[in-house]
Protein backbone atom coordinates (compact mmCIF):
# COMPACT_ATOMS: atom_id res chain seq x y z
CA UNK A 1 0.00 0.00 0.00
CA UNK A 2 1.30 3.78 0.12
CA UNK A 3 1.19 4.03 3.44
CA UNK A 4 3.43 1.18 3.58
CA UNK A 5 6.13 2.80 0.92
CA UNK A 6 5.77 5.74 3.34
CA UNK A 7 6.72 4.18 6.34
CA UNK A 8 9.67 2.29 4.53
CA UNK A 9 10.83 5.69 3.36
CA UNK A 10 10.69 7.26 6.65
CA UNK A 11 13.28 4.29 7.83
CA UNK A 12 15.29 5.08 5.43
CA UNK A 13 15.05 9.12 6.90
CA UNK A 14 18.00 9.41 9.84
CA UNK A 15 20.35 12.31 11.10
CA UNK A 16 23.37 11.19 10.47
CA UNK A 17 26.67 12.95 11.63
CA UNK A 18 28.47 15.01 8.91
CA UNK A 19 31.55 13.84 10.08
CA UNK A 20 30.64 10.51 8.55
CA UNK A 21 29.65 11.89 5.00
CA UNK A 22 31.95 11.67 2.03
CA UNK A 23 31.40 14.21 -1.04
CA UNK A 24 30.83 12.52 -4.50
CA UNK A 25 33.96 11.67 -5.88
CA UNK A 26 34.52 14.01 -8.94
CA UNK A 27 31.31 16.15 -8.02
CA UNK A 28 30.88 18.30 -10.67
CA UNK A 29 28.79 21.34 -9.06
CA UNK A 30 30.38 24.12 -6.80
CA UNK A 31 29.24 24.72 -3.46
CA UNK A 32 29.60 28.82 -2.97
CA UNK A 33 29.83 30.43 -0.03
CA UNK A 34 27.74 33.29 -1.55
CA UNK A 35 24.49 35.12 -0.45
CA UNK A 36 22.40 31.96 -1.40
CA UNK A 37 24.44 29.98 0.96
CA UNK A 38 23.99 32.06 3.68
CA UNK A 39 20.14 32.39 3.18
CA UNK A 40 20.26 28.65 3.43
CA UNK A 41 22.22 28.57 6.40
CA UNK A 42 19.50 30.99 8.16
CA UNK A 43 16.47 28.55 6.90
CA UNK A 44 18.45 25.82 7.78
CA UNK A 45 19.68 27.05 11.47
CA UNK A 46 15.61 28.72 11.81
CA UNK A 47 13.72 25.12 10.56
CA UNK A 48 16.42 22.57 9.99
CA UNK A 49 16.60 20.72 7.24
CA UNK A 50 13.52 20.26 5.16
CA UNK A 51 14.25 17.98 2.25
CA UNK A 52 16.80 15.35 3.73
CA UNK A 53 20.26 14.98 1.58
CA UNK A 54 20.71 11.75 -0.32
CA UNK A 55 23.23 9.53 0.57
CA UNK A 56 24.80 5.91 -0.34
CA UNK A 57 26.35 3.60 2.23
CA UNK A 58 29.57 2.52 2.16
CA UNK A 59 31.30 -0.51 2.99
CA UNK A 60 33.51 0.90 5.54
CA UNK A 61 30.36 2.33 7.78
CA UNK A 62 30.90 5.65 6.23
CA UNK A 63 27.94 7.29 3.61
CA UNK A 64 28.86 9.04 0.03
CA UNK A 65 26.63 12.11 -0.78
CA UNK A 66 24.96 11.47 -3.92
CA UNK A 67 22.71 14.62 -3.35
CA UNK A 68 22.46 18.05 -0.71
CA UNK A 69 25.97 19.38 -0.91
CA UNK A 70 24.31 22.80 -0.76
CA UNK A 71 22.81 21.35 2.67
CA UNK A 72 25.59 19.64 4.09
CA UNK A 73 27.92 22.89 3.81
CA UNK A 74 24.88 24.89 5.13
CA UNK A 75 24.31 22.42 7.91
CA UNK A 76 28.27 22.81 8.33
CA UNK A 77 28.27 26.89 8.48
CA UNK A 78 25.35 26.74 10.65
CA UNK A 79 27.46 24.44 13.42
CA UNK A 80 25.67 21.54 13.04
CA UNK A 81 27.14 18.08 13.54
CA UNK A 82 24.40 15.82 11.87
CA UNK A 83 22.64 15.99 8.20
CA UNK A 84 19.24 14.70 7.98
CA UNK A 85 19.10 12.10 5.08
CA UNK A 86 17.68 9.18 3.24
CA UNK A 87 19.86 6.47 2.78
CA UNK A 88 19.22 4.39 -0.75
CA UNK A 89 21.05 1.27 -1.37
CA UNK A 90 22.41 2.61 -5.21
CA UNK A 91 24.90 1.67 -7.97
CA UNK A 92 27.56 3.85 -8.92
CA UNK A 93 26.18 4.40 -11.90
CA UNK A 94 22.38 4.65 -10.58
CA UNK A 95 24.29 7.73 -7.83
CA UNK A 96 25.71 9.51 -10.79
CA UNK A 97 22.83 9.64 -12.84
CA UNK A 98 20.90 10.56 -9.18
CA UNK A 99 23.35 13.48 -8.41
CA UNK A 100 23.15 14.84 -12.05
CA UNK A 101 19.33 14.80 -12.54
CA UNK A 102 19.42 16.33 -8.74
CA UNK A 103 21.68 19.40 -9.06
CA UNK A 104 19.85 20.02 -12.90
CA UNK A 105 16.32 20.14 -11.15
CA UNK A 106 17.74 22.73 -8.42
CA UNK A 107 19.28 24.70 -11.16
CA UNK A 108 15.70 24.86 -13.03
CA UNK A 109 14.18 26.53 -9.72
Known amino acids: TQEQRE ?3 LARIRDIPIELIDS ?3 HPFKVRDDEDMTQLVESIKERGVITPAT ?3 KDDGR ?3 VSGHRRKRACELAGMDTLRCEVVELT ?3 A ?3 MVESNF ?3 QI
Open 7 to 9: EAK
Open 24 to 26: FPD
Open 55 to 57: VRP
Open 63 to 65: YEL
Open 92 to 94: RDE
Open 96 to 98: TIL
Open 105 to 107: QRS
